[in-house]
C-alpha cells in the first residue's frame, strides 16, 4: 500500500524550490544610520539642540557649563562632569533623557520642554541616536563659508555634455547609454552578463512601467514574436498606457510626501486626492517636467488661456500645502515658519537634492549653504498664506474655477441670497433695539394661582413645533401647528386637581397677523363639553397672555380636560398654557390682575407689539427661504493652496532658528552656489515663487534636470547613478557614472523636458535589459558599474495589485475621492475597495497593513528612495492574511473554472500567471503531488487556494529577476 503523502511538507519543498532559486543580493550594515535617521536628526533634534542647549553647551559658549558639550557627537557620547549625555539605544542610562524630564537634572533650565519634544528625543536615542557631526568641535571660530570654492563640487557645476565614449565590442551596445556602461567596465576589466530570458524581460518592464503583472497571454504573445522590433513594439504600448501614469505618479507622491490627513488627530484632507490625480496626469500626457516644476511651485500665478488649464495649475500648488504640521501650536509665527521649513524641505530636497534646512538655525555644516542663502528662499515662502489661524489652524481651500455657464448659475444664486439678506436686514432695522424691554416678559407656571398645565405637559397628537419667538409665553415657551396637517393635529390639557368643584379655565396664547380665528377649543366638565371658536389674532385679555373660556364644574373622578385642534382653520394655531383657577381664587386673581380689559395705553403697546411681532414672523419666514436657498446652492469644487499675500517684504534672519531673536535682513533669491550670472529680481508686490520656478525650471540649472534623470534611474533599475537621490550634497554620494549622469540629463533638456522619452531610451538600452544572474566580481562588490542587472523586490502597491489582478477582482476605475465625504478623522480607517493602490488614501495615522509591511513612503518625509527591508513580518503577512488568502482562493477559483487538458496544465497556468514563467519538472510534479494529496484531505479549492498561496509567498513573486 503507498503511504499518503504529507501536504504540509511538500508545500514547504515548494517554497524551498522557489527560494533557493533566488538570491538576495543585499548588505546590512546596523551601524550606518540611514537617511530617514539623519533626517529626523536635522528636523526633530538639531534645532531644539540649537536653541535651548547650545547657549550653555557649545564650543563658543561664554560659560561652558558642566564640562559639557552637545554640539557634536562626541561630545554627546563623551558627556561632562555627571558622564555621557547619551547612551544609543538606551533611554535610562541616557543623562540627556533624564534632565529633560526633570528626573535629575533640570534642562533647559527656563523651563520644561512640551512633552512631543521630549518624546521625540527618546525615540531618537532608542533608534541609535544618528547624528552626522563627526567633526570635535575644538575651536570657537566660525566656518567661513567660500560659495566659489563649493561649486567645485560636481553637483553645483553646469552640467556638461560628453562625448560618447568608443567602444571596441560595436554590437553589444542598443544606445548611447550602453556605450557610457560598456566603457565604464572594461576600464574595471570587466564584462557585461547576458541578456535576461524574454519572460524575465516581460515581468521586469511591466512592473518598470505600470506596475503591474503581465498576463499569460500577453507573456505569450511577446516570447513568440520573431520581430526584432517586438521589445520596442511592448515599450511603446506600455509608455501609452493609462496605467504609466499610476505607476510613476505614485513614484513622484513619495518625493512630494504626498498624504490624505495629518498625524493631528487625524484630521482629514478632503481634497488633497485632486492633487494625486494631477500627478497621474501630468505623467500620462507627458507634460514638460520644467513646466510640471513651475506648476507645483507657482501655478495659481501662471497666466492660463482655458478653464482646464487654470484648474490644472491651482490644484498643482496643493504641493506646497501637504505637511505635516503641528496644527495645535499656538505660537503662530513659529508654526508659520516650522510650516515654510517644512515648504522648503521638499522643494530643496524633492527638485534639487539639497539639504537646504539644515542651514535654518546655522550655516550648512557640510555645504555651501549660509543660513543667509535659507532665509533668502525661506522669505519667498513667507509671503505666501498657507495656514488659516485658529486655536487649531487649518490648511487652505479655494473653489476651483469653472465655466461661464457655471459662474452665470453662481452668480444668479448668490444675487438670490443677497436680496433676501438685505430683505431681512432691513426687516431687522424696523424693530427697535429695545423691544425685549416693551414685550411683556415671560412667566413661570409656578408663579401663577391656580393649577396651571404648560404646554409641555400636555398630550399632542401629531406635529407640533416648540417656539420662543414671543416673549409673553408662560413656563418654557409655546408650540404651534406651522399652519400645516389641518384636522390632523390636536392637544390636550389635563389638569391634576386637587378637589371637585367651581374652575374658571383660561387659555393663553400669543397674538399675531398670521394666527386662526377660529381655532376649536373644547371644555370637558362635569356637566358635558362645550366647544369655543378663538381668534387668535386678537389680543388676549388678562395680561396681555390668558382669555377666560367660562366656569366649569369639574370633578376629579370625572372627565376635566381642554382639547385644542387644528381642524378646519387657517393660519398658525398657538397653544401655550391652560389655567383652572378654583372660583374661591378667581377674585383674588382678579385682584392680582384687575385689568380684565385694555386701556387705550395698552392697546397701543399691543398693537405696536403685534405689528414687530409679524415682522419678526416674516424675518424668520425669510430666513428659512435663506436657509434652504444656501442649500440648493451649485455645488463648487475646491482645492487645497496657497494665497498671495499681495507683497514682497524680505526676512531677517532668525538667530538659532529662534523667530523671537531677529537679525538683519536677508534679501529674497536662491542658492548662491547654484546660481550663474544674475540671480532672479523679486518683485515687491509678489511672493517670488514665479522668479524662483523660473530660476529651478532653468535648462541651464546644474541640479533640476540632474536630479530628475537621477530619479528616472533609480527608479527603474533600483539604484540611481547616484545612490542618495535626495541628497547631491557633500554627504551624499558621487555618481558611479558622472558622463553618462550629465549625458542623460542634456539630452532631457533638449528633448523637451520629456519623461517618457527619457524612459524610453534608457529601457531600450542593452543595460536595461541584462539578466540578474552572473557572479558580483571582486572589483565591484556592489555591482555600481551594472554588469548585470539589479534584482529588486517589489514595492507594496505593486504587491497588492498583483494579486488582485491575478485574482481578476481589480478594479481598474482611475482617479477621485475613494474615501466617504464625510469622512473627518483618519483613525481606524480601513481601506477595502480593490482598487489600484496609488488610489488608497494615504492617511498618516491608517496606512492599509500591507504598506506597513512592505516599506511603504514615509508621508511625511521626502522620499525618493524607499527602505528595503527583509523581515519575518513580510512572510507573515503572506502566509496568514485574510487578504493575501482571499486573492488566492479567488484565483483557484479562476483556475479551477477554466478548461485543461490536465492538472499539470492548469499547474503550469498558475506558474505563469504568478511568477511568468513555467514550472521545471522538479516543481511541477512536487505541485501536482501537494494538490493531490491536499484534495483528499480538504478539498479542491482548498488545495489550490493554499499552492497559489505558497507561490504569492515565494520570493520569486516578490522580486523582479
Not at 137 to 164: F, L, M, N
Not at 680 to 685: E, G, I, L, Q, R
Not at 923 to 944: G, K, V
Request: net charge negative.
Amino acid at each position: 500500500m503507498q503511504t499518503q503523502k504529507n501536504p504540509v511538507r511538500m508545500l514547504v519543498r515548494i517554497l524551498l524550490l522557489l527560494i533557493v532559486s533566488q538570491f538576495l543580493n543585499s548588505e546590512i550594515n546596523a551601524e550606518e544610520p540611514t537617511s530617514e535617521q539623519l533626517e529626523f536628526f536635522e528636523k526633530k533634534i538639531r534645532p531644539v539642540l540649537v536653541t535651548h542647549c547650545y547657549e550653555c553647551h557649545a564650543v563658543d559658549s561664554k560659560n561652558l557649563q558642566g564640562g559639557l558639550l552637545l554640539d557634536s557627537r562626541d561630545g554627546l557620547l563623551t558627556g561632562g562632569d555627571s558622564g555621557p549625555a547619551v547612551v544609543p539605544h538606551d533611554i535610562d542610562e541616557s543623562l540627556l533623557i533624564s534632565a529633560l524630564k526633570f528626573d535629575s537634572f533640570e534642562m533647559p533650565p527656563k523651563g520644561k520642554l512640551p512633552e512631543h519634544i521630549i518624546a521625540d528625543f527618546e525615540h531618537w536615542v532608542n533608534n541609535g541616536a544618528a547624528d552626522p557631526r563627526e567633526a570635535k568641535a575644538t575651536s570657537a571660530k566660525p566656518r567661513k563659508i567660500d560659495i566659489e570654492a563649493g561649486r567645485s563640487h560636481w553637483a553645483y557645476q553646469p552640467v556638461s555634455d560628453p562625448t560618447i565614449p568608443e567602444v571596441n565590442n560595436h554590437s553589444w551596445p542598443a544606445n548611447e547609454i550602453d556605450h557610457f556602461i560598456l566603457s565604464r567596465l572594461k576600464e574595471a576589466g570587466l564584462e557585461p552578463t547576458k541578456e535576461a530570458d524574454k519572460e524575465v524581460l516581460i515581468r521586469r518592464l511591466y512592473f518598470s512601467l505600470i506596475g503591474l503583472p503581465p498576463t499569460p497571454e500577453e507573456i505569450e504573445a511577446f516570447v513568440s514574436n520573431p520581430s526584432p522590433q517586438a521589445y520596442e513594439q511592448v515599450v511603446d504600448e506600455l509608455l501609452n498606457s493609462p496605467h504609466f501614469g499610476e505607476r510613476w505618479g505614485r513614484h513622484w507622491l513619495d518625493v512630494v510626501r504626498y498624504a490624505e490627513s495629518v498625524t493631528l488627530r487625524g484630521f482629514v484632507m478632503p481634497e488633497a486626492w485632486r492633487y494625486r490625480d494631477y500627478v497621474i496626469d501630468t505623467f500620462n500626457e507627458d507634460r514638460p517636467y520644467d513646466q510640471f516644476v513651475t506648476e507645483q511651485l507657482a501655478g495659481d500665478l501662471i497666466d492660463s488661456t482655458s478653464l482646464e488649464q487654470r484648474q490644472r495649475n491651482l490644484i498643482a500648488t496643493t504641493f506646497l500645502t501637504m505637511g505635516n504640521s503641528n496644527l495645535e501650536d499656538q505660537d503662530k509665527k513659529k508654526l508659520e515658519m516650522d510650516f515654510v521649513d517644512e515648504q522648503l524641505d521638499v522643494i530643496g530636497r524633492g527638485f534639487l537634492a539639497q539639504t537646504i534646512t539644515c542651514a535654518r538655525c546655522h550655516d550648512h555644516k557640510f555645504d555651501p549653504i549660509p543660513t543667509r542663502d535659507y532665509y533668502a528662499m525661506a522669505g519667498i515662502l513667507k509671503n505666501v498664506k498657507a495656514l488659516n489661524h485658529a486655536n487649531i489652524s487649518k490648511w487652505i481651500e479655494v473653489p476651483l474655477p469653472v465655466s461661464k455657464e457655471v459662474q452665470q448659475k453662481l452668480d444668479a444664486h448668490q444675487q438670490a441670497v443677497d436680496e433676501l439678506e438685505k430683505a431681512i436686514a432691513k426687516l431687522k432695522k424696523q424693530l427697535p433695539a429695545d423691544l425685549k424691554k416693551t414685550t411683556p416678559k415671560t412667566i413661570a407656571t409656578n408663579q401663577l394661582p391656580g393649577i396651571v398645565v404648560d404646554d409641555s405637559e400636555a398630550r399632542k397628537v401629531g406635529s407640533w413645533k416648540d417656539s420662543q419667538s414671543f416673549k409673553n409665553y408662560v413656563g418654557n415657551g409655546y408650540c404651534h401647528d406651522e399652519a400645516s396637517g389641518k384636522g390632523e393635529k390636536t392637544i390636550t390639557f389635563l389638569p391634576k386637581l386637587p378637589k371637585d368643584g367651581q374652575y374658571e379655565v383660561r387659555f393663553a396664547y400669543s397674538h399675531s397677523v398670521n394666527r386662526a380665528v377660529d381655532v376649536p377649543i373644547t371644555v370637558f366638565s362635569a356637566d358635558g363639553e362645550k366647544r369655543i371658536l378663538l381668534n387668535q389674532k386678537q389680543p388676549p385679555k388678562i395680561d396681555g397672555r390668558f382669555v377666560s373660556l367660562g366656569t366649569y364644574r369639574f370633578e376629579v373622578a370625572g372627565q376635566s380636560f381642554v382639547l385644542v385642534e387644528n381642524k378646519g382653520t387657517t393660519g398658525h394655531v398657538i397653544a401655550d398654557a391652560v389655567q383652572f383657577l378654583p372660583i374661591e381664587e378667581t377674585e383674588l386673581a382678579d385682584q392680582k390682575s384687575p385689568n380684565q380689559t385694555s386701556t387705550k395705553e395698552e392697546e397701543t403697546q399691543l398693537a405696536e407689539l403685534q405689528k414687530f411681532e409679524s415682522i419678526e414672523q416674516e424675518i424668520q419666514s425669510l430666513e428659512v427661504k435663506l436657509k434652504k436657498l444656501e442649500k440648493s446652492a451649485p455645488v463648487i469644487p475646491k482645492t487645497m493652496t496657497v494665497l498671495e499675500e499681495g507683497k514682497g517684504e524680505d526676512l531677517p534672519i532668525h538667530i538659532r532658528g529662534n523667530v523671537h531673536n531677529l537679525g538683519e535682513i536677508a534679501p529674497r533669491g536662491v542658492l548662491q552656489v547654484a546660481n550663474y550670472g544674475d540671480a532672479p529680481m523679486m518683485p515687491s508686490d509678489e511672493s517670488g515663487r514665479l522668479e524662483l520656478a523660473k530660476w529651478m525650471a532653468d535648462p541651464e540649472h546644474p541640479l533640476t534636470s540632474r536630479v530628475m534623470t537621477n530619479r528616472v534611474w533609480h527608479w527603474l533599475f533600483g539604484v540611481g547613478l547616484v545612490r542618495t537621490v535626495d541628497n547631491f550634497g557633500t554627504t551624499g554620494e558621487s555618481p558611479s557614472h558622472p558622463e553618462l549622469l550629465d549625458y542623460l540629463s542634456t539630452r532631457f533638456v533638449e528633448e523637451g523636458w520629456s519623461v517618457k522619452k527619457l524612459i524610453r531610451s534608457i529601457v531600450m538600452s542593452r543595460t536595461y535589459r541584462l539578466s540578474t544572474e552572473g557572479t558580483t566580481p571582486a572589483a565591484d562588490p556592489e555591482n555600481r558599474l551594472l554588469s548585470h542587472c539589479h534584482r529588486n523586490r517589489l514595492d507594496a502597491e505593486s504587491l497588492r495589485d498583483a494579486m488582485l489582478s491575478i485574482s481578476g477582482q481589480l478594479d481598474l476605475k482611475p482617479g477621485g475621492r475613494t474615501f466617504p465625504e464625510n469622512l473627518s478623522s483618519d483613525y481606524g480607517y480601513q481601506f477595502k475597495e480593490p482598487l489600484r493602490s496609488v488610489y488608497a488614501p494615504v492617511f498618516r495615522n491608517s496606512l492599509p497593513e500591507i504598506f506597513e509591511a512592505f516599506d511603504f513612503a514615509n508621508p511625511s518625509m521626502v522620499s525618493g528612495r524607499r527602505n528595503v527591508s527583509t523581515v519575518a513580518p513580510q512572510a507573515l503577512f503572506l502566509m496568514n492574511h485574510p487578504f493575501v488568502r482571499e486573492q488566492a482562493s479567488k484565483t483557484a477559483i479562476q483556475l479551477l473554472s477554466e478548461s485543461f487538458n490536465d492538472e499539470e496544465s492548469r499547474i503550469d497556468h498558475a506558474y505563469m500567471l504568478t511568477i511568468a514563467r513555467h514550472p521545471t519538472t522538479t516543481e511541477r510534479e512536487i505541485s501536482r503531488d501537494f494538490i493531490e494529496s491536499t484534495t483528499q484531505l480538504s478539498s479542491s479549492q482548498e488545495a489550490w487556494t493554499q499552492f497559489v498561496q505558497s507561490l504569492f509567498s515565494s520570493l520569486e513573486f516578490r522580486y523582479l529577476k
